[in-house]
């Protein structure tokens, strides 16, 4: 598609439960990034992928945090036994040239509340 | 603090005049990139200016990088009610074997009245 489309809009998840966002990035991008929003200020980098394969996982939360991009799939980010420091929009965003000077083209993102 | 860092924090004016933003950075950078968000949305690409360049208009945009002073700037004119959102400065960070991650400011609040 034209747009880089993410779901579910809202998700809301008890602390402990499992969260799972999923983006389909524009047709023929490469790269594929996910970032994190806190009381809609900084933009936090999570993980970038090149196809399939993880290009810099620098920004990830190890512990409970973990990606994936698999071939004829939407991406996915998933939250194992969420913390309320976790409520926050997740932004996936892609683009289509190694190059840096390529923009980045972002979804409307996924509201995840921890309750 | 952030790589990126925008000032005013929240800036307010009439419709009809010109809105200024700036942003800082701390590191070399290869290029800079301003973003809009609306709210409940994601970011819109604005404007990409290369660390070789002084100036760049795109529309009613016009971006400068100062790389001696590490700062850039975005001007809105003639502003409009629809120019009502956050504004990013980004600054990239060139990956081993290609590809981009941005390091994104903290933003500026605008706010275009009738």
């Known amino acids: 598609g034209e747009e880089v489309a993410q779901t579910p809009k809202h998700l809301v998840r008890g602390e402990g439960q499992k969260a799972k966002l999923y983006c389909a990035p524009i047709?023929?991008?490469?790269?594929v990034f996910w970032y994190q929003q806190v009381l809609k200020n900084e933009f936090k980098f999570l993980i970038s992928?090149?196809?399939?394969?993880?290009?810099?996982e620098t920004g990830m939360p190890k512990e409970r945090f973990s990606a994936k991009c698999l071939p004829n799939s939407p991406c996915s980010l998933e939250i194992q036994a969420t913390k309320l420091e976790d409520s926050a929009v997740y932004f996936c965003?892609?683009?289509?040239?190694?190059?840096?000077?390529?923009?980045?083209?972002f979804g409307n993102g996924t509201r995840l509340t921890v309750t | 603090s952030q790589q990126g860092e925008e000032d005013p924090q929240a800036l307010s004016i009439q419709e009809g005049e010109n809105a200024t933003m700036n942003c800082s950075y701390k590191?070399?950078?290869?290029?800079l990139q301003w973003y809009r968000q609306n709210s409940g949305r994601g970011l819109v690409h604005l404007i990409l200016?290369?660390?070789?360049?002084r100036e760049k208009h795109s529309g009613r945009l016009r971006v400068t990088l100062d790389t001696s002073k590490k700062s850039s700037s975005l001007l809105i004119t003639a502003s409009r009610a629809a120019d009502t959102a956050s504004y990013f400065c980004?600054?990239?960070?060139?990956?081993?074997?290609?590809?981009?991650?941005?390091?994104f400011g903290t933003g500026t609040q605008l706010k275009v009245e009738l």
């Open positions: 965003a892609s683009s289509s040239r190694q190059s840096y000077n390529s923009p980045l083209h």
């Open positions: 047709k023929g991008h490469s790269y």
């Open positions: 992928f090149q196809n399939e394969n993880v290009f810099d």
């Open positions: 590191t070399s950078i290869n290029n």
């Open positions: 200016i290369r660390s070789n360049e």
């Open positions: 980004a600054t990239d960070a060139m990956l081993t074997g290609g590809g981009n991650k941005l390091t």
